[in-house]
């Protein structure tokens, strides 16, 4: 009966294209990672495609290098359908499953809130590339969060002078207006304090659009988009809400090539679904676009020609999603690779891992030899700072592929980490936590 079981189990996880194979390894001899991640439900575009990059990274590991320094990756997904309660239910599952729990990345602001208390109490770092709670990026407060490579403050900042460069410098923003368009929710409103600071200090107006998930009717708001005449469109959606948008922009006849989107907001199933009136189209992204990477082309060589690849659809190979997932793997890899320098080559626990994770620094020399030079920005995380770059670069959708039109864009560095502090060191006085002394850590 047992056997029936285990076997109609497996015929389960194989239609549904997972894999549960390194699950089954003992994993007292793993690195283990739960997944708290989504498939299915309103952003299972992001989901599908991004878990498959991570995972197909963690088996060239296994695969290619036999681990990392002979410790395998093990990993299990749990579905969360990007529902904050059910987020949290899968990490109270998953904890448990291994004593050597890597870090959790769960793809969502809102799972992010629910998370951070219990992670820190668990002492398993949760790892929120480009989104969560931007305040976290203050290691002193936040040790076990860690937002990298950029955070939605620092986004804002890259974004609004990406805008200033079209214009020909920041100064020709004064008297510009620009309409915020954004999901209406903890993600959405992250943005508002400094779209609103930046709009005082070089004199452009923003006018807030708030869009109720999912987002899949949009009228009113483009409505309101037309007759208020903005100059730009800033799109911060993500999932079904962003082709939607796309579309509610052409049908009032807003320029495509006047809209900037959000890193979630700037995928390829974003724009097939809307076709001809996405062309023109611009948004934001951390990694590079396309399968060209020789980071890629091994998980291809390695993987997909051995017919061992995570993702069903091949041709997202390299797709936006699917590339931000393989830069979380090599996050992942690496900051358990920096910590094995300290506590030995042996499977590590959460606790060991942060620490990795925290004196991680994946400058171009240790980028260009894991085959990703030019796919992400150099990270370099410290005590106090848990982002690293800030940067983003920006691409525009020509009607049928992704093109990157601009170089590495810096945050406004400064005033970002001044109001990250002025956010944590509130959060920590309401808290009762004592920030940490940064000068004794090592």
Known sequence: MKTSMR?????????????????????????????????IGPLASIGQTFYSGMIDYFNLINEKDGGINGVKLSWEECETEYNNAKGVECYERLKGKSPYVTNVQPMSTGITYGLLERSAADRIPLVTIGYGRTDASDGRVFPYVFPM???????????????GQREGGMDKLSGKKIAYVFHDSAFGKEAIPILQDMGARYGFQIDLVPVAPPGLEQQSQWLQVRQNKPDYVILWTAGVMTPSAISGAAKVGFPRDRMVGITW?????????????????????????????????AIVEQLYKKDKGNLANKGL???????????????TVEGVRKAQEKYGKKPLTGEQVRWGLENLNLDEKRLKALGAEGFMPPVKITCADHEGSGMLRFQQWDGAKWVTISDWIEPERARVRAKIEASSTAYAKEKGITLRDCSKEN
């Open 7 to 39: 076997g109609a189990l497996a015929a389960l996880i194989a239609a549904a294209g997972l894999q549960a194979a390194p699950a089954a390894i003992a994993q007292e001899k793993t690195q283990f990672v739960p997944i708290v991640g989504y498939r």
């Open 265 to 297: 907001a700037g995928s390829e199933e974003d724009t097939t679904g809307p076709g001809p009136a996405a062309k023109g189209y611009i948004a934001a992204n951390y990694t590079g676009v396309g399968a060209g990477f020789p980071v890629v082309q």
């Open 149 to 163: 490579i950029t955070n939605y403050w620092s986004m804002t900042t890259d974004i609004v002078k990406f805008i």
């Open 317 to 331: 190979v390299g797709a936006t999603y699917y590339n931000r997932g393989v830069a979380a793997g090599i996050i």
